[in-house]
């Protein structure tokens, strides 16, 4: 007997079933731009990473909105270690900044040195000796290595590998370290280039002992890929994550090895031939689609190639003078004028711009950090990933907050 | 307890010590720090707990993200005023007995960056200090050493008497008032309970 | 090096009516901008960017600078007609630049490899009219150097999505990188010191009685 007309839907219940959305219509969009109207559900957690946190490389704090735990916003907070280094480079002479651009990027005061000094250069229309040029990529490449190890470290170890190749990474630093100690008497902060040349000429078998850092290193390189490039946890932890389009990382002012990852071919040392790289026969690796494998495969080709350049480099390196002789250290002023100079550092294109008003004080003084930079598009690889996500590419950005907050 | 007695004593496989001893042995082994960087320092900080230089022979490896879980700070690299009040707030919320090691110029006074605003001149002005270690930034070893230096201060503490661990005394703040952030400067600048500005040699 | 007076002209007959300026740089690294009017800041901007021969697609570095009122004391030389016969008469003229905020822009091409182009654009005056157009709608590398500009030079950048301070808390009111900023006094505790820092550590020397701790007062 039937009492009830059947339900239009074929359903026998009495209640009509409320209504849930299917799967194929979530009842928010992942976005992966931040401009447009969202349309969120449930209850939005707010999360503040850092600035103590263990992954956030230093005192970095992000203000991560969640929706579960799904990102929906990002906001970076920045300032924990503003240690004021323009304020103070502007109130002291040329020279003396020097040892505080060490400073800036801790794990690179080379590459931090050479961008200084190729400013200043620049500027005051400095020259360069021929043997000096030779020293400054050598102790600029040794320091890309040095940087791209410990940055894959460090990332793995953001990923869960608490340890092992963190530990494996730092002890070919020290190695490397153990080479600058002996050129620069410190270990971290060099201070070793100068306007037209180096502080210092190279130790007895410095260069022998360089050889053998760099033969030892191609074993290293092999034994760490073994272990990690086709590790099939860090592949699905890294491949398909915070992917970057190439049009986005441009007009974001993205640079380095996060550039090179979306397939941008533009590196400085080719670009701009700096120093004396139009003499090294080197190629730049590119990415294909831009996410975290790509940065992470774009430095381990990179370290091989730097690896060429120094063999060819210490192959090559002439005996002569280590600095310019017109070059004058004390009472340095150079004319009235400006100059922007860079170079490819180890996480993108590292700048200084100076003003001078013929004092021995730069009137402006300014750092183009590209690790600041290469976080402006932090918020929009994260958007639609899990937090868990968050570290991993915040790791493969490759920061260095002595650099990000000056 | 006679030496020569403890000595005859162990070549019998009795073992003495004093109570005292043990916990100071036990306290002094198994020190761990708070996992906490703040800038180059702080690389050298890791570099120190790394293969070559092995922080772990001194029972200090573990590395604690959490303050609630550590007993030591080492509070390695600058600590600008924007950081400053966390750094208070973290060594609140570590349980006694705790210690702090500043490691480098700028935690002892500002170091290289004691002329910027937003700098502070030294994290003493907040906490107070147990090991300072100068260098910039100071090597392993000098980190080593500290941390040396740090056991045998623990080492000398008592159980009872007025050189009690900071944990057995009621007369020692374990909480310290976190400044606030001001128009111009931090507020207070700094904490006169723990800092005076020191005496100058020249000062008439 | 591109030719920054080719694309002055040329930009000038573009968009005619636009402020534009070509300003020479005598040092050694002959790095020479252009500078703009703020009204026009962002027309060009998009000119450079879009133009197929230049395509400036890549913003380096953003700069603020600051300028302080100043007085320029100039000898002038003049040819002065005196008693019918030409003498060079040396005069003094005293001019008041007012003082005015200077934000620099580099910019480079990724496709092309050329650059740097330099534009220039200066705000009013050091106070209240200190409002520039932002470029971060056409590069979004401008956006946290603007935002770090807003918080040490104080240039406001109308139609920036986030402007907020970048590098000091909220509370702060300053902007630390002027030229006339004073900082917090808080430092001069040298064991030895001598000159005007002494005088400074002499001041901290008799803190005010309120917190004054008994054993530190000078003798
Ligand atoms: S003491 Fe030197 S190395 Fe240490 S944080 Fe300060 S500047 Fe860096």
Redesign the pocket.
Known sequence: MKTSPEPPSGETGADPAPVLPSPQDPPYTLRSRRDGDRNLSGDLLEISMGPHHPSTHGVFQMDVTLDGETVVQLKPVFGYLH?NHEKIAENTSYLASMPYTD?LD?FNSMTSNWAYAISVETLAGIEVTERAEYIRVIVSELTRLLNHTCLIGFLVMDMGALGTPLMYAFREREKILDLFESLSGSR??CNYLRFGGCRCDLPPQWLDQAREVISDFEAFLDSFEKLLTENEILMARTQHVGVLEADLAINAGITGPMLRACGVNYDLRKVDRYGIYDRFDFKVPLGATGDVYDRYMVRILEMRESLKILEKALRDIPEGPIVHPKAKLRGFRPKPGEAYGRIEGPKGELGFYLISDGKPQPYRYRVRPPSLINLTILEDMCLGHSVADVVVILGSVDIVL?EVDR | MDEGLRGELSKHGVFTTTLEGLHNWGRRNSVWPLQFG?????I?MIATSMARYDLARFGAEVFRPSPRQADLMIV???VTKKMAPQVVRLYNQMPEPKYVIA?????ISG???KQGYNVLKGIDRYLPVDVHIP????RPEALIHAFMTLQRRIDAQSLTGPNRARHLRSDVDSEFPVPQFGAHDLHPPSNPKTWTPPQSVRSQ | MIDTESIANELKTALPGCGIEFVANPSPSAQSSLLIQGTDLVAVAQWLKDHSEYRFDYLSNVTGVDHLEKTIKEKVKKTQVVDGEEQEVEETVEQTIPGYLEVVYHLYSMPLRHGPLILRARTGNRSNDVALPSLTPIWRSAEFQEREIFDLYGVTFDGHPDLRRLLMWDEFEDHPMRKDYVEPDDYEYEPTPHGPVLERANAHQTPPSTDAPSETQSD
């Open positions: 240690r400073r801790y971290m902060m002595g | 703040l800038a180059c320092c702080a050298e390695a690299g600058t490691m480098g110029a700028c935690a170091g290289p960056f260098g910039c930034p100071p």
